[in-house]
């Protein structure tokens, strides 16, 4: 049975040759064939799916800087809005008292025009009415003068005029 | 099993056996077609055939990280690789087909119920073992291995590598052996008091089939977690 293990009856070292040049030849086989493709299409699917996570992870966190930024624009948005609420109010605010200034202003400069016109036409009126008190006057002196001419009474006529007059003026 | 009469023939003035040489053939083209067929139309998402090759580079590759760290591994996958499906299909083809010749002799069987195949394959992993050793550290480290942890000890070291180089091949070639041994013995008890004992014999038989197709997946992975454990024993330096 075991006939062929005793040296010399038969130890075939030709297999041995044959085995280990079989074998080479396998490992170059198996090496081109499938080890090199399979292993360097196993090697980029790990780097594939490292990739894929790393990718995942970043686009996480640029999610999250968007989601943050959105978050601080909304508040901004929200101040500025009250901000800009703040500002209309207090522009019309401004401007309502500004317009109730001006108008009061311009009421008051109306009515000083008026009182100053008034008074002015006030002082013609006066200074006309006077003149014309003094024309009638001497009108009146000059028919009363055509008709009897005394000098003595003429003086007291006019001294007591003019006297009338001052007292008329003053009050 | 060979039993009866071997077949032999001389070329270039060496001799050799018609079995082995027809088998290890057959294995030879078994494991081409092997790789070849799974390994058609790669793709990042992996179909059956991919499936199932990539499957079989991460066993070997897991037997080999066993022993060997990762960053050195490099060829010795591509190794332990071919080695295993070569040596698992050599153990299996036995079980299956054990065609013999008119006059009696075995000429298909399992390659490694021969010795002499495997004691190369021993010799051949403990050969790669001293060639990655001295690549790494070079020869003077590799060989001061020897004179540690004291100077006596070479004698052990020396007998060691002959022990390792017998039980790595005789383990292997042991199983299959005796595992094709006993299909034979059974087969002979079935045919031999017609079909009261074929009744009895071919559960037997086929139960025997079953458990040595186990065997001869275990021993070809034994052989591959060994020949990594020898690897790596000369890629450190002994203290």
């Given at each position: ?23 080479l030849?396998?490992?170059w ?26 990718s ?11 989601v ?11 101040s ?24 009061q202003?311009?009421a ?19 200074v006309?009415?006077r ?41 | ?10 070329f ?20 081409v ?22 499957w ?27 080695l ?14 054990n ?33 990655a ?7 003077k ?23 390792n ?12 052996f ?10 002979k008890?079935?045919a ?8 009895v ?11 040595s ?16 454990v ?10």
């Amino acid at each position: 049975m075991l006939s062929h293990l005793v040296v010399g009856a038969g130890l075939y070292f030709g297999d041995s040759i044959f085995y280990v040049i079989t074998f080479l030849l396998l490992l170059w086989i198996v090496k081109v064939l499938a080890w090199k493709p399979v292993t360097k299409m196993m090697q980029d699917r790990a780097d594939k799916i490292s990739n894929d996570i790393d990718s995942a992870e970043s686009s996480r966190n640029e999610a999250a800087d968007l989601v943050q930024k959105r978050q601080t624009a909304l508040a901004n948005s929200r101040s500025e809005a009250q901000t800009i609420v703040n500002d209309a109010k207090t522009n019309g605010q401004q401007q309502r008292e500004q317009i109730v200034t001006q108008a009061q202003t311009d009421a008051q400069t109306l009515k000083q025009n008026a009182q100053k016109d008034i008074e002015q036409e006030r002082q013609d009126a006066l200074v006309n009415a006077r003149n014309d008190v003094a024309d009638l006057s001497i009108e009146i002196a000059s028919k009363i003068i055509q008709r009897e001419l005394k000098a003595d009474d003429q003086k007291a006529l006019i001294d007591s005029y003019i006297e009338g007059l001052g007292k008329q003026h003053e009050s | 099993m060979n039993d009866g009469p071997v077949s032999t023939f001389q070329f270039l003035g060496l001799t050799f056996s018609t079995a082995n040489i027809a088998s290890a053939s057959i294995v030879f083209v078994l494991v081409v077609a092997l790789v070849f067929f799974t390994s058609r139309h790669l793709a990042m998402k992996p179909t059956k055939g991919q499936n199932f090759l990539e499957w079989l580079i991460d066993f070997t590759n897991g037997i080999l990280k066993g022993s060997i760290p990762t960053k050195e591994i490099g060829g010795f996958g591509l190794y332990g690789f071919t080695l295993f499906i070569f040596l698992f299909l050599s153990n299996e083809l036995g079980l299956m087909f054990n065609i013999a010749m008119p006059n009696g002799a075995t000429i298909v069987r399992s390659p490694t119920s021969d010795p002499i195949t495997t004691l190369t394959f021993s010799l051949m992993t403990l050969m790669l073992a001293q060639f990655a050793g001295i690549n790494k550290l070079g020869y003077k480290t590799h060989f001061e291995n020897y004179l540690k942890p004291f100077k006596v000890w070479i004698v052990i070291s020396i007998f060691e590598e002959f022990t390792n180089f017998l039980t790595l091949g005789l383990r292997i070639f042991g199983v299959i052996f005796s595992g094709e041994m006993l299909l034979g013995i059974i087969w002979k008890l079935a045919a031999s008091h017609g079909i009261a004992t074929m009744i009895v014999a071919v559960p037997l038989e086929m139960a025997w089939q079953g458990f040595s197709a186990f065997l001869g997946a275990i021993q070809a992975f034994v052989f591959v977690t060994l020949s990594s454990v020898y690897i790596s024993q000369k890629l450190e330096v002994e203290e």
